[in-house]
């Protein structure tokens, strides 16, 4: 390893140094400073991640425990079928997969959960449709396995209804129903009551905590009032409402974009958000609510401000998030980014924290200079892979 690192040290710096042309920002700011600073630009400061913290009353802090608690509980026998085949021969390469699934379904409901209420029972629903007519099926005497889908785009896309609606589309095999371990039916009813228990403790819960302090941080934190902002999210369906929501308050100046979205649109957002485009008198926008389509290719630094109704799972969409705006030739010399937290009443939430501890960790392992104040060779965290949920 160290050989690898000498040869790899010399590569660069006698050969590639010579022959390419790097643009990371440390070179621009070290050895393009004289002509930044002849042209008056300049690469703003980010700024240390705040919180806008939320709780939750005792109502609404028992039922998202039971919620956690079923969570972890469920057998997502509904998409898992071929692990409880009498006959498995013809199926090994395929259980892996099926493995994976319940694993992936699980996420989605932890994802909406984090998100945003109203996602969350829209999700909790399509489950409950789901598992009714996988049963009618089953009681039917014949069930129907979906082809393979890429789950990890769709996860990503946070399109769940897409995934729902394929998971039930592409019919490739089907199978009688006395062919599955006695077992499986009573997984199948037990999951679906406890969905349904759970769905009659959210239909109780008529206000979100969340939201409402996030509309709160709005309309009085002086650092996002009156200022062009971003807010991302995994889901487009909480982008929709939370669109709804805002547009309540702020009227035309809210735009919502997703991967549905028009090219139209995206242009008439770059109208409203890229410095280049100041000259077209179109800046219709102040408040971008959107997906992670946007957090890429596109360029959006007339706003100074990010935030992340929710954290990714995959750390480097926070770093593409804020990219949009960390750009040389913005008039903000300082940019303000925020994540939404909650804070439990009770500690039972076990299963819940660890799952923030994970996401968290990945979040602040990228600023952990600016938020840690610690060297590098001084940064003793716990190891990713120790994690476990």
Same mark, same amino acid.
Do not use: C
């Given at each position: 390893?160290?050989?690898?690192?000498?040869?790899?040290?010399?590569?660069?710096?006698?050969?590639?140094?010579?022959?390419?042309?790097?643009?990371?920002?440390?070179?621009?700011?070290?050895?393009?400073?004289?002509?930044?600073?002849?042209?008056?630009?300049?690469?703003?400061?980010?700024?240390?991640?705040?919180?806008?913290?939320?709780?939750?009353?005792?109502?609404?802090?028992?039922?998202?425990?039971?919620?956690?608690?079923?969570?972890?509980?469920?057998?997502?026998?509904?998409?898992?079928?071929?692990?409880?085949?009498?006959?498995?021969?013809?199926?090994?390469?395929?259980?892996?997969?099926?493995?994976?699934?319940?694993?992936?379904?699980?996420?989605?409901?932890?994802?909406?959960?984090?998100?945003?209420?109203?996602?969350?029972?829209?999700?909790?629903?399509?489950?409950?449709?789901?598992?009714?007519?996988?049963?009618?099926?089953?009681?039917?005497?014949?069930?129907?396995?979906?082809?393979?889908?890429?789950?990890?785009?769709?996860?990503?896309?946070?399109?769940?209804?897409?995934?729902?609606?394929?998971?039930?589309?592409? +019919? &490739?095999?089907?199978?009688? $129903?006395? %062919?599955?371990?006695?077992?499986?039916? /009573?997984? *199948? #009813?037990?999951?679906?009551?406890?969905?349904?228990?759970?769905?009659?403790?959210?239909?109780?819960?008529?206000?979100?905590?969340?939201?409402?302090?996030?509309?709160?941080?709005?309309?009085?934190?002086?650092?996002?009032?009156?200022?062009? +902002? &971003?807010?991302?999210?995994? $889901?487009? %369906?909480?982008?929709?409402?939370?669109? /709804?929501? *805002? #547009?309540?308050?702020?009227?035309?100046?809210?735009?919502?974009?997703?991967?549905?979205?028009?090219?139209?649109?995206?242009?008439?957002?770059?109208?409203?958000?890229?410095?280049?485009?100041?000259?077209?008198?179109?800046?219709?926008?102040? +408040?971008?609510?959107?997906?992670?389509?946007?957090?890429?290719?596109?360029?959006?630094?007339?706003?100074?401000?990010?935030?992340?109704?929710?954290?990714?799972?995959?750390?480097?969409?926070?770093?593409?998030?804020?990219?949009?705006?960390?750009?040389?030739?913005?008039?903000?010399?300082?940019?303000?980014?925020?994540?939404?937290?909650?804070?439990?009443?009770?500690?039972?939430?076990?299963?819940?924290?660890?799952?923030?501890?994970?996401?968290?960790?990945?979040?602040?392992?990228?600023?952990?200079?600016?938020?840690?104040?610690?060297?590098?060779?001084?940064?003793?965290?716990?190891?990713?892979?120790?994690?476990?949920?």
């Amino acid at each position: 390893m160290k050989l690898t690192t000498t040869n790899y040290a010399a590569i660069r710096n006698t050969i590639l140094r010579n022959v390419m042309v790097r643009r990371t920002r440390k070179d621009i700011t070290e050895f393009y400073f004289d002509d930044l600073e002849k042209q008056g630009l300049s690469f703003p400061k980010v700024g240390t991640p705040e919180k806008i913290i939320y709780f939750f009353d005792d109502i609404t802090d028992e039922v998202f425990t039971q919620t956690m608690q079923t969570i972890k509980a469920l057998k997502y026998a509904r998409y898992t079928p071929l692990i409880y085949l009498k006959d498995q021969s013809k199926v090994k390469t395929m259980l892996i997969a099926q493995k994976n699934m319940s694993g992936f379904m699980k996420s989605i409901l932890v994802k909406r959960l984090e998100s945003i209420f109203f996602a969350f029972k829209n999700t909790l629903r399509r489950f409950i449709i789901s598992y009714e007519q996988f049963i009618d099926m089953y009681n039917n005497g014949e069930i129907f396995i979906s082809k393979k889908v890429d789950v990890y785009d769709l996860l990503d896309s946070g399109d769940d209804e897409k995934l729902m609606r394929l998971i039930e589309e592409g +019919i &490739i095999h089907n199978y009688k $129903s006395n %062919e599955f371990e006695n077992e499986y039916i /009573e997984f *199948l #009813e037990k999951d679906l009551s406890m969905l349904k228990k759970l769905q009659n403790s959210w239909n109780e819960i008529t206000n979100d905590p969340k939201l409402d302090e996030f509309i709160k941080e709005l309309k009085t934190n002086k650092n996002i009032k009156n200022q062009k +902002i &971003i807010i991302f999210t995994e $889901s487009k %369906e909480t982008a929709l409402y939370l669109g /709804e929501n *805002l #547009e309540n308050i702020y009227g035309e100046k809210v735009v919502v974009f997703s991967g549905e979205s028009s090219n139209a649109l995206k242009k008439a957002i770059e109208d409203s958000f890229n410095p280049k485009n100041i000259n077209k008198n179109n800046d219709k926008y102040d +408040i971008l609510i959107t997906t992670d389509v946007l957090a890429e290719g596109i360029n959006l630094h007339r706003s100074g401000v990010v935030i992340n109704y929710d954290l990714p799972w995959n750390p480097t969409r926070i770093m593409q998030r804020v990219g949009r705006i960390n750009r040389v030739g913005t008039e903000h010399s300082h940019i303000f980014m925020y994540i939404t937290s909650s804070r439990l009443r009770k500690p039972v939430n076990i299963f819940l924290l660890k799952i923030k501890l994970l996401k968290n960790y990945r979040f602040f392992m990228i600023h952990w200079e600016r938020i840690l104040n610690i060297s590098a060779k001084r940064k003793k965290l716990i190891p990713i892979n120790y994690i476990t949920i």
